[in-house]
């Protein structure tokens, strides 16, 4: 986000625009792929993928796993590791985003996981505190964030972080 945007000064909806078509022509440049697993975006990312005409050329689809029961029983996420690092980790990330890149047969799939508060937070684990991880051919990369702000902007400043990962990997 750019200082003019978090200033109030500017709206938002062009960038992020920009981003989703710029993924869209990245992924149709490859002939690829793309699915995602989401928790704390709520299916924001799937919701801003699928506003660019012609998605379903590239875009199989995404699970919204707010849930751990969804994450073992769909993604596969392995339950030791929600036991000993948890929902909220570099583990389950990875985990998420490789388990959605194999249910949906897709080349590259991204997860997105965290605290978008405005409780749930802890010393260790603080609200704001994101992981994202993205599968493809040549293995998976997972990152961390922590954003400050209203849930609502949490999710947002996720989802366009998300993207901009994509689109680095894919370029």
């Known amino acids: 986000m750019t200082k003019a945007v978090a200033a109030g000064k500017l709206s938002e909806q062009p960038l992020r625009g920009h981003r989703c078509r710029r993924l869209c022509r990245r992924l149709k440049i490859r002939n690829a792929t793309l699915a995602t697993a989401e928790s704390c975006t709520g299916g924001l990312l799937s919701h801003l993928i699928t506003q660019v005409p012609g998605s379903s050329d590239y875009f199989k689809g995404g699970i919204t796993a707010y849930s751990n029961g969804l994450k073992t029983g769909i993604l596969g ?16 990330a990875i985990e998420m985003a490789r388990g959605a890149r194999k249910l949906f047969a897709a080349d590259y799939s991204i997860s997105v996981t965290g605290i978008a508060g405005p409780s749930g937070g802890t010393d260790k684990k603080p609200v704001g505190l994101v992981y994202f991880a993205v599968a493809g051919p040549d293995g998976a990369a997972c990152f961390k964030k922590i954003f400050r702000g209203s849930r609502s902007t949490i999710k947002r400043l996720s989802a366009d972080f998300a993207l901009d990962m994509l689109i680095k990997k894919i370029e």
């Open 77 to 92: 996420v392995r339950k030791k590791t929600l036991q000993k690092y948890g929902a909220v980790s570099k583990q389950c």
